[in-house]
Every structure is written in structure tokens, then in C-alpha cells.
């Protein structure tokens, strides 16, 4: 008899280990697998949380989709996945005939990253004025007539990035046939388009006796007869001596200085050189009457 119960208490304990190892967990949106040694992983998974087990739950990936979560234990080390590759620059523009260096990082799905060594990617041009991407990741940019959007591309372990950049137009007199004749690439490019003989510097494009060069300088519209420059002269009511000389449109970004003749041949300055203001400029000569005298306005376009 009591060798009986000995073995009975002992199978009493028996079943109730092997009920405490194997006792799965699941409700609405949560399920555990049993914790027994498997064949070498299990799943489980619910509307909202999925469990991957194995060896007994010595290892596991558990995940949450909102908000995203991913939790990797008992493993010696983690196995991130690679969601992204992510380009960057230290500046997301270039100077054009310039250079810019671009590098690469690997996004994991964990929110951690990884750099990667630059000539270990593979570089290549999307679109835009970029004449070269290097081995190392340096991108070179061309010559251009106005700021212009541009692209690169990178390939690291089959996963491809693109970066976004803008080459500045930072030497204005450089671009195409248009190189070195004294007036703006992208004022020739806005009312000429590209590679056009009417925008040439001495040509009057519209009929109105005022060059190119003169109608940029001023900064008037080069095709339209009916933007021009204009002077004028008024004597000051009451003040016999005085004289008002207008003229515009003027300009913040240029500067302006009259100047005046008595004989149309030896010109000397009204005034020092004056900023544009947006408008029509008017200044007083106080020695402006008695004698005959002749004004011009002298503009220029740093």
C-alpha cells in the first residue's frame, strides 16, 4: 500500500509538471505557445500580436503593428532586417562645376543603422545637371544658367536610395554659347531659351533703339518695346536755381549715379552713387538752373 501511493504521489507530480510546461496562453488579440522544446520553431499569432518561438522559448521574435514594435530576445546577438537605404549630404546642394560627397546608411527594423563605406556602394546619376558620381560617392555638377534640380542614386545588397539635390548657378556669365558676353545666363535663358543669336548682347531685340546688354543692365525685358528706361526733368516751383531729375525703374540690387554736361563733352557726378529703390528715383540739383545742362544716369549691375 504504501508503495502504491509513492508512485501514485509521484505520477500526481509528474502530470502536474507536464501540465505547467505545456500550457498555452491565447485571448482576443494575445496568444503563447506551450513552452516545449519544439522541432525547432513555432508561430503564433493573433489579430494584433504574433510570437515566433523556439527551442522552448530560449529565442523569439515578437512584434506589434501599431505602434510598430519589435522585440528579439534570447538570441546572442540581433538580427536586424534592412528596411531602407538612406543617402545624405552634408549640404543638399552643389556649386555648379563643383563637388559634393554623398554617403549611405543601411535603415534596420529595429530603428538602429548602419554606415556603410562609401566605395562599397554602387553610385549612379537619375536626372539633372550632374556630370559624374565617383566609386567614393563624389558627385561633380555642371555648368548650368539658373538653379536646377538634380538626382543621385545608390545600390548596397540589392536595396537602391536616391538623394535630391540643386545645383546653384553660382557663376552668372558661364553657360553654353552665351559664356563670357557680359550678360546674365538665366536673363538670356528666361526671354531666349537656349543657344538663341537674338539674345547677343549688342542685338535690340524689340525695336526700341535699347540693346540687350543695356536693357539687362537696367534690368528691363528684353523682347517688350514697352519697358524701357526713363529720364526726365522738371524745374522746382518757386526756386528758380533748382531742378528735379527723375528716372527709373530702378533696382535694390544695382546702382545708379547722374551725371551732368554743360557741353556734351566733359561729364562730371551729380551725385554719389545711389541705391535702386524699387521705383522711379527723383533727386534735386540745386544749381540746376541759369545755364543750360544735360544729364545722364550711369547704372550698374554688380
Do not use: H
Amino acid at each position: 500500500m504504501k508503495l502504491l501511493q509513492a508512485i501514485l504521489s509521484l505520477g500526481t507530480a509528474v502530470l502536474f509538471v507536464q501540465a505547467s510546461l505545456a500550457c498555452p496562453r491565447t485571448s482576443a488579440s494575445y496568444s503563447v505557445s506551450a513552452e516545449t522544446a519544439d522541432a525547432g520553431g513555432s508561430n503564433s499569432s493573433s489579430a494584433s500580436y504574433s510570437n515566433t518561438g523556439s527551442a522552448g522559448g530560449t529565442a523569439g521574435v515578437s512584434g506589434v503593428a501599431s505602434p510598430a514594435e519589435t522585440l528579439k530576445s534570447g538570441f546572442i546577438a540581433q538580427l536586424p532586417d534592412v528596411t531602407a537605404l538612406q543617402l545624405a549630404a552634408s549640404l543638399l546642394t552643389i556649386n555648379e562645376t563643383g563637388t559634393r560627397q554623398i554617403s549611405a546608411v543601411q535603415l534596420l527594423d529595429d530603428a538602429t543603422t548602419n554606415n556603410l563605406l562609401a566605395t562599397s556602394v554602387s553610385w549612379s546619376v537619375l536626372s539633372g545637371p550632374i556630370t559624374s558620381i565617383n566609386a567614393s560617392g563624389l558627385a561633380t555638377a555642371a555648368t548650368v544658367a539658373q538653379d536646377t534640380a538634380a538626382s543621385v542614386q545608390g545600390t548596397f545588397g540589392g536595396i537602391t536610395g536616391s538623394l535630391n539635390l540643386t545645383v546653384l548657378d553660382t557663376i552668372q556669365d558661364n553657360f553654353g554659347s552665351y559664356a563670357g558676353d557680359g550678360i546674365g545666363d538665366d536673363w538670356q535663358i528666361q526671354y531666349f531659351g537656349a543657344n538663341n543669336s537674338n539674345a547677343a548682347p549688342s542685338v535690340i531685340s524689340d525695336g526700341s533703339g535699347l540693346t540687350n546688354l543695356f536693357k539687362y543692365t537696367a534690368g528691363l525685358i528684353p523682347n517688350n518695346s514697352a519697358s524701357r528706361f526713363d529720364l526726365g526733368t522738371q524745374s522746382v516751383s518757386g526756386q528758380a536755381a533748382q531742378k528735379t531729375i527723375s528716372f527709373g525703374p530702378t533696382f535694390a540690387d544695382r546702382q545708379y549715379t547722374i551725371l551732368y554736361s554743360t557741353d556734351l563733352l566733359t561729364w562730371n557726378p551729380l551725385t554719389s552713387s545711389l541705391a535702386g529703390n524699387g521705383a522711379v528715383t527723383t533727386v534735386t540739383d540745386t544749381n540746376g538752373g541759369g545755364q543750360m545742362k544735360f544729364y545722364r544716369i550711369q547704372v550698374v549691375k554688380p
